[in-house]
């Protein structure tokens, strides 16, 4: 008879109870309140869907899920802490598209987004709109691009800050187009809006969000979306890719994002809990009304991450030649 060694029959043991009591945490998961940190102040679009994924997420789990602000530096302030946070599932990070571009656009940065973070899922995403203010000779994409051609840098371009998506979507445009086009960045989106309404600036890549209502009342002329494909809640926009710029697609975005280490189970979990909530009524009504747009499936943590990688690559080469930097 074969003997047994007993320091590996209880090291069996232990390992047996170790992994069954990790499976029992993981499967009560969350069994407390959960906070999910935003970079930027309340309001906001990333914000704004934050919120709404928690009210949900409340409803669906009995626990409380938790919305913590903490603005600064384009969100870099939130990631940080979230990066050096335990990583069990109970601190979360509302990431955005913002977190790829600063990878890249920061010369300086306190954490590393494909080192600290693990993907969870995505939340939504929010497309950009070419709008020009009315008294600019332009009435589609095509008008758009011949003024800029044939006035090289009197074009001008506003932005709701140097790095933002809003900002490199016009510096990828410029790109793709060969035109000189005057960027003007302000402090947010709002005051830009504000110039761009008021003939200050010529144009913007704003946020649909943050402009449909100056389009439909007329302040503001809308020439194409940056989606792949027109949008359900605004299906008369042609996108810029159907109006000759190929492949010309940028959405802002907004995810969970954990603290690295955190267990693969628990990711997981998390992540089924965020697709359960977008199946939603409530979510699918409020991101039609909003303006928002659900993520493609499968919305899993291994499509998320490939989805991220390419964002990050995608948005280096972008601030490297237009020679973007922030300190």
């Known amino acids: 008879m074969r003997r047994i060694n007993p320091v590996h029959a209880i090291g069996a043991l232990i390992l047996a109870f170790t992994n069954s009591l990790a499976f029992a945490q993981s499967t009560n998961y969350p069994d407390k309140?959960?906070?999910?940190?935003?970079?930027?102040?309340?309001?906001?679009?990333?914000?704004?869907?934050?919120?709404?994924?928690?009210?949900?997420?409340?409803?669906?789990?009995?626990?409380?899920?938790?919305?913590?602000?903490?603005?600064?530096?384009?969100?870099?302030?939130?990631?940080?802490?979230?990066?050096?946070?335990?990583?069990?599932?109970?601190?979360?990070?509302?990431?955005?598209?913002?977190?790829?571009?600063?990878?890249?656009?920061?010369?300086?940065?306190?954490?590393?987004?494909?080192?600290?973070?693990?993907?969870?899922?995505?939340?939504?995403?929010?497309?950009?709109?070419?709008?020009?203010?009315?008294?600019?000779?332009?009435?589609?994409?095509?008008?758009?691009?011949?003024?800029?051609?044939?006035?090289?840098?009197?074009?001008?371009?506003?932005?709701?800050?140097?790095?933002?998506?809003?900002?490199?979507?016009?510096?990828?445009?410029?790109?793709?187009?060969?035109?000189?086009?005057?960027?003007v960045p302000y402090k947010g989106s709002g005051p830009a809006v504000t110039d761009l309404v008021g003939g200050q600036v010529d144009s913007m890549f704003d946020n649909f969000p943050a402009s449909v209502n100056q389009i439909r009342s007329g302040k503001l002329r809308a020439l194409g979306v940056t989606n792949a494909v027109r949008l359900p809640f605004a299906p008369e926009l042609p996108t810029l890719a159907e109006l000759g710029l190929t492949g010309f697609s940028v959405n802002s975005w907004f995810a969970i994002m954990a603290p690295s280490g955190t267990p693969a189970d628990v990711v997981a979990k998390i992540n089924a809990l965020v697709n359960q909530a977008l199946a939603t009524k409530e979510i699918k009504e409020a991101y039609f009304d909003a303006g928002y747009i659900e993520p493609e499936k499968p919305n899993t943590p291994a499509s998320f991450n490939a989805f991220v990688l390419s964002e990050v690559e995608r948005w280096a080469k972008v601030v490297k030649k237009a020679n973007i930097k922030v300190d």
């Open 33 to 183: 309140p959960v906070t999910l940190v935003v970079g930027y102040a309340p309001g906001g679009a990333t914000d704004r869907v934050a919120r709404l994924m928690a009210k949900v997420l409340t409803e669906q789990t009995k626990q409380t899920f938790i919305v913590e602000n903490k603005p600064g530096a384009n969100s870099n302030i939130a990631a940080e802490q979230v990066a050096r946070s335990k990583p069990d599932g109970y601190t979360l990070m509302v990431g955005s598209i913002a977190n790829t571009i600063n990878r890249s656009l920061y010369t300086k940065l306190n954490y590393d987004l494909l080192k600290d973070f693990t993907m969870v899922g995505m939340l939504a995403s929010v497309p950009n709109v070419l709008v020009v203010n009315p008294n600019v000779p332009a009435k589609t994409v095509s008008e758009y691009i011949a003024f800029a051609k044939a006035n090289p840098g009197k074009l001008s371009c506003a932005s709701s800050g140097s790095g933002s998506s809003v900002h490199l979507s016009c510096e990828l445009f410029k790109m793709e187009t060969g035109t000189d086009i005057l960027h």
